[in-house]
């Protein structure tokens, strides 16, 4: 069984920080890429930051460089969030995504991922 569960979310501050944990099973890591996704009160769902199988990473979004930072644990089907200098605009679900596709397609929500069922994180004073 293919299963993702993404953990780790709650209401801080602005300014505050949190860390997301996204753990994959029954999945072949070879070749998967792994990716924290956002979807905002009516807005789209966006691509945050990705890791690929051999651990290149990279942001979606220019909004987060330099605050956010996803990287994998010495379990290797474990991928985290770090999301450092919160901002209330970075009030979501995040959503972890997963998939066999080219690293250069993961930002883009239109392709088939593999996805969590979400968690919420909130910044507000």
């Known amino acids: 069984q293919l299963q993702i569960v993404e953990s780790g979310g709650g209401v801080v501050q602005p300014g505050e920080s949190l860390s997301l944990s996204c753990v994959v099973s029954g999945f072949t890591l070879d070749k998967l890429h792994i990716g924290w996704f956002r979807q905002a009160p009516g807005k789209e769902r966006e691509g945050v930051s990705i890791i690929s199988d051999t651990d290149y990473y990279f942001h979606c979004t220019d909004s987060v460089k330099g605050r956010f930072a996803i990287s994998r644990g010495n379990a290797k089907n474990t991928v985290y969030l770090q999301m450092n200098s919160l901002k209330p605009d970075d009030t979501a679900v995040y959503y972890c995504?997963?998939?066999?596709?080219?690293?250069?397609?993961?930002?883009?929500?239109?392709?088939?991922?593999?996805w969590g069922q979400g968690t919420q994180v909130t910044v507000s004073s």
């Open positions: 995504g997963a998939a066999y596709k080219d690293i250069q397609d993961m930002c883009d929500i239109g392709v088939e991922h593999f």
